[in-house]
């Protein structure tokens, strides 16, 4: 008899229950005996420095128990991320950075208490708007040992100039924030020179590191604890202020303290998505083949941190063309420091790049999916490697088809009724394959039991259930025989569930591991002593290996939208999305994955929009009631389809990862409903009622 793999079986996500039921722990729920609060006092001006700080009305408070800040905290070691320098210096480098931090009995009381706190600042001029006319932007650094920050081939200035058909246009799309449902909290506690943390972070081995270094103490003198984490999409990827402010609070009263953060405080303080402003120049034949591409990104970074998006990135590696070059530049601005966001870099580069393809499509005259297919290429046009697996096409066709594309100007002329127009979209999507080194730990009691255990991170994607299934297979086993523990640094070290690589890193980890629990097995004859077996495996070998392969995953997202001219109002009632993202792992957690990031991809489309305050330097939109998100009653009927498809380059599990790609072309593919629907090209982001009726008088069309 052949068993049945557990992966690719549509099981439930483990953990379902307690989260529906309440009972899941999360960061913020964690209560330990003598806990004390901490609320943060944020810098007021938006750059210049703290000059005083007058904690005496706020200590004279029955209940608070200290005021931490610049004159009273500890030296921290100094790490690449600035925003972690939390009360080193007394410069304030935006609005809302953490300045002082006040301790007390109860919550209540310290938010009360942190009002009482006197601030004397000395201001400087600020900046705080992305400008492409001003100077000031500088080429950021290349992205580690990933990619160059720009790249260059063939002669693009000359090939444009001779290209039969071109389009240069510029595309903007504003800041967006990630508001995951649960906001950034941390507990921390010091024993015997020891920290422990519950944090809400996408990987507490990286958290581990970072405040070990911080703090000056061996790694194995911090202990990084999160066994629910609440949505991340990125925000959660590199520890933030709030973490340190807990451990340097805990430090200061000698009990364990908890940190919330506030909404409002997360649009500072939590990072979000940069503001970009990209250029972008096509060529092509008049059939359509395109000769050159030229995509020039400007975005911002804060004085504190050196992130970079790379929208243009994606462009080298998606449409054949002999001349090509990406350009990326930023500007250092006195606004809160940009972060990772799901799928940085193709999120908003893809909108850019994917509307062009669009309007390329109309300047040729030709089907906007037959555009693309003529551009498909084998093989990788930056790296000159072929692709590990590259079915754009296969997605393109399959969705054309499912979607009724071949229908589409009939529909756009039989149900457009002069107010409310109807058309169709279509963008393609990608993300690259990323797999870092992670160790990973599986014990058998001898009895049937198995354990895998791993500092994975589960964000909300069912990593508990997904490597449950892999460590099944890899051991030859039912899943129910299989208990996977994660969410503790003090597991086996485990890379971030980021970069859509959490899955294929961690699984890669977990098989080894299991491969090596069976030789072990094997060499005890079979029979696993009393007390169990136990092996672990790391992936850093095996990953040191340079790459043959071009390594991405590929999708096709189509949707159909009605405007009506009247309002300004854009509905979108259906949206497809077919990817090839490898083995599918576990159907319903990978279908979750792919749907969410589309309704994150409409809710960029139609509502989010971070809008910064020019005198003040904050955000305009720091809650959920002026930054608008999509809800249930904007979601249109979703479908998310995977195609059969193995990438064992990425994975030996044959899988990619799922978590970004769904966020990527989904704008483009709107936006470009839109103009089939109404013959406007809209290329800022949102596509707001203000923004079509704008638009739409600005054409002498509608009101
Ligand atoms: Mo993601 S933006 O790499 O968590």
């Not at 020891?194 to 590191?209: C, E, I, M, N, Y």
């Not at 970072?210 to 103490?217: C, N, V, Y």
């Not at 064992?648 to 089939?676: D, L, Q, R, Y």
């Amino acid at each position: 008899m052949t068993r049945r793999t557990s992966v690719g079986a549509a099981l439930p996500r483990r953990g379902a229950r307690a989260k529906v039921t309440g009972s899941a722990r999360y960061t913020g729920d964690v209560a330990l005996p003598h806990l004390a609060y901490v609320a943060v006092i944020p810098a007021e001006i938006a750059h210049g420095r703290v000059t005083a700080v007058r904690p005496e009305e706020a200590l004279a408070r029955s209940g608070v128990l200290a005021v931490i800040h610049g004159g009273n905290c500890p030296r921290l070691n100094r790490t690449g991320a600035g925003d972690l320098a939390v009360f080193q210096s007394p410069s304030v480098a935006h609005r809302g950075q953490f300045v002082a931090a006040v301790v007390a009995e109860s919550p209540q009381i310290a938010h009360e208490a942190a009002r009482m706190v006197g601030i004397d600042y000395a201001a400087d001029p600020h900046r705080v708007s992305l400008d492409i006319a001003c100077d000031g932007f500088r080429q950021p650094p290349d992205h580690g040992p990933f990619f160059p920050t720009d790249c260059s081939h063939g002669d693009v200035e000359t090939a444009l100039s001779n290209a039969p058909v071109r389009i240069d246009a510029t595309y903007r799309t504003p800041p967006y924030h990630h508001h995951a449902l649960e906001p950034h909290a941390t507990v921390a506690y010091w024993q015997d020179g020891a920290l422990t943390v519950h944090d809400t972070t996408q990987g507490p081995s990286g958290t581990r590191d970072i405040l070990a270094h911080l703090f000056g103490i061996g790694p194995d003198r911090v202990r990084v604890i999160a066994r629910h984490v609440g949505g991340g999409f990125g925000s959660k990827a590199a520890p933030r202020a709030q973490v340190v402010v807990a451990a340097l609070a805990a430090l200061a009263v000698g009990r364990p303290v908890k940190t919330v953060l506030t909404r409002e405080q997360l649009s500072v303080v939590a990072g979000y998505r940069t503001p970009s402003v990209q250029r972008i120049r096509l060529g092509a034949d008049a059939d359509g083949h395109l000769l050159a591409v030229s995509h020039v990104s400007f975005e911002q970074t804060s004085l504190t941190s050196d992130h970079c998006e790379y929208p243009a990135a994606p462009t080298r590696t998606m449409y054949a063309a002999p001349n090509r070059e990406t350009r990326h530049w930023r500007a250092r601005l006195h606004v809160p420091s940009p972060t990772w966001m799901r799928a940085p870099g193709e999120c908003p580069g893809m909108f850019a790049l994917e509307s062009a393809m669009d309007e390329l499509a109309v300047a040729c005259a030709l089907d906007p999916v037959e555009l693309r297919l003529r551009n498909d290429t084998a093989k990788d046009p930056h790296s000159g490697r072929p692709f590990s697996t590259r079915n754009l096409a296969t997605c393109l066709r399959l969705g054309a088809e499912r979607f009724g594309w071949a229908e589409r100007d009939r529909l756009r002329a039989e149900y457009g009724d002069g107010r409310r127009l109807v058309g169709m979209g279509v963008a393609a999507s990608t993300i690259p394959q990323y797999r870092f080194p992670s160790r990973a730990g599986v014990h058998t009691d001898g009895y049937g039991h198995y354990t895998v255990r791993i500092a994975a991170a589960d964000i909300g994607t069912g990593a508990r259930t997904a490597l449950a299934q892999i460590a099944a297979d890899a051991l030859r086993v039912d899943v129910d025989q299989v208990m996977v523990e994660i969410g503790d640094s003090a597991y086996p070290s485990a890379s971030w569930a980021g970069r859509s690589s959490g899955t294929t890193s961690w699984g890669t980890a977990v098989v080894r591991a299991c491969e090596a629990l069976r030789t072990a097995i094997g060499r005890c004859g079979g029979l696993v002593p009393d007390g169990g077996l136990e092996a672990t495996a790391d992936t850093l070998g095996e990953l040191a290996v340079a790459r043959t392969h071009s390594q991405h995953a590929f999708g096709a997202q189509f949707a159909r939208v009605t405007v009506d001219t009247s309002t300004g109002e854009i509905r979108v009632p259906r949206m497809l999305g077919v990817f090839a993202v490898g083995r599918v792992i576990n159907p319903v957690t990978v279908r979750s994955q792919l749907v969410g990031g589309m309704v994150m991809g409409l809710s960029m489309a139609l509502c989010e929009e971070g809008v910064i305050d020019r005198t003040y330097g904050h955000f305009h939109s720091r809650d959920l009631s002026a930054y608008h998100v999509a809800t249930f009653a904007d979601a249109p009927e979703i479908e998310a389809v995977c195609i059969d498809e193995e990438d064992f380059h990425t994975s030996p599990m044959g899988a990619k990862g799922v978590g970004e790609i769904g966020i990527v072309g989904t704008a483009a593919a709107i936006a470009n409903a839109v103009h089939h629907a109404t013959g406007r090209r809209i290329r800022s982001l949102p596509l707001s009622v203000r923004r079509v009726r704008e638009d739409a008088a600005a054409s002498g069309h509608g009101t």
